[in-house]
């Protein structure tokens, strides 16, 4: 349970983290550039010795596009937890698993119940309700469908994801594709941080360098210490539904405590339904 415990309260850390640079003043993308650095290093740390990585590895393509995804989805996650709150953000992130659940099932012909389309559309319903009661201000209008891109692009990922575990990866090579990710997603947010620069964009900075160096540590973190759950005594089935409503339930918490986002309205309803698919969905796990 620890190791749940652990992947839970980073992940939370993360979106709190983010909602905290908009004070911080930290440019998001050269965060979210830099805390690959630490995954790299913590994950060389742990994983030793890796095999060598080849150009015709049959799963190097879709790490690739992989790694552009979790940059992308890192940027829009730390933009809507600044302008849109934790609350939202969370829920958009942490609802993404409705997508590959429903894809599985075209794309592996499994068996397909009520309860997988109720949980999809509680989904769906928690992420627009979510967005009711956010900031009023002009900015944060201007971003108001950042929730549903990032529903999208983390079901993506996770499906993705989910098709290269189950036809490309041997579990010899776990390690190995882990660390690629990291090092596509370095690779694609340090050529986005020099394009910029070279277009005269003043971005870098030390303070922004140095606090992408502390998510990366979380993120590896929650991502590690999921891993570590997976391996444990905890049924696999029990893990899912504990990871996402421990996640968006805390993130509230944590949002409410330090930055006074109180749920309001329609918000309140976009947790119960948001729980309410996560555990519908553990029923047929």
């Excluded at 190995?176 to 005269?200: D, E, K, P």
Aim: aromatic share 14%; net charge positive.
């Amino acid at each position: 349970m620890i190791w749940l415990l652990l992947s839970i309260s980073c992940s939370v850390f993360n979106f709190l983290l983010f909602r905290q640079f908009e004070r911080w003043k930290v440019q998001t993308l050269v965060a979210v550039a830099s805390n690959y650095f630490s995954c790299i290093v913590l994950g060389w740390a742990l994983q030793g010795d890796l095999p060598a990585l080849g150009l015709s590895t049959p799963w190097l393509p879709w790490a690739a596009f992989i790694g552009l995804l979790f940059v992308l989805l890192f940027v829009l996650i730390g933009k809507s937890a600044q302008q849109l709150g934790v609350n939202v953000t969370t829920i958009a992130a942490k609802m993404s698993f409705a997508i590959p659940m429903i894809l599985a099932f075209s794309l592996y012909q499994s068996e397909l119940h009520w309860q997988h389309l109720g949980a999809f559309v509680l989904a769906v319903v928690a992420i627009i309700w979510s967005s009711h009661g956010t900031k009023t201000n002009t900015q944060a209008q201007k971003v108001w469908f950042l929730p549903l891109v990032i529903f999208l692009g983390g079901g993506l990922a996770d499906a993705s994801l989910n098709y290269v575990e189950v036809k490309l990866l041997p579990p010899t090579q776990h390690g190995l594709f882990l660390m690629t990710l990291f090092g596509t997603s370095a690779v694609f947010g340090w050529t986005a941080i020099g394009i910029q620069h070279l277009q005269s964009k003043a971005l870098f900075s030390w303070r922004s360098f140095g606090a992408g160096l502390v998510l990366g540590i979380t993120n590896f973190l929650s991502v590690f210490g999921l891993l570590k759950a997976f391996r444990s005594e905890i049924n696999g089935a029990v893990i899912f539904p504990l990871l996402n409503v421990g996640t968006i339930l805390l993130a509230a918490i944590g949002a409410w405590l330090l930055f006074k986002e109180q749920p309001k309205g329609k918000q309140w309803l976009a947790l119960m339904a948001a729980v309410a698919s996560i555990l519908l969905y553990s029923i047929i796990a």
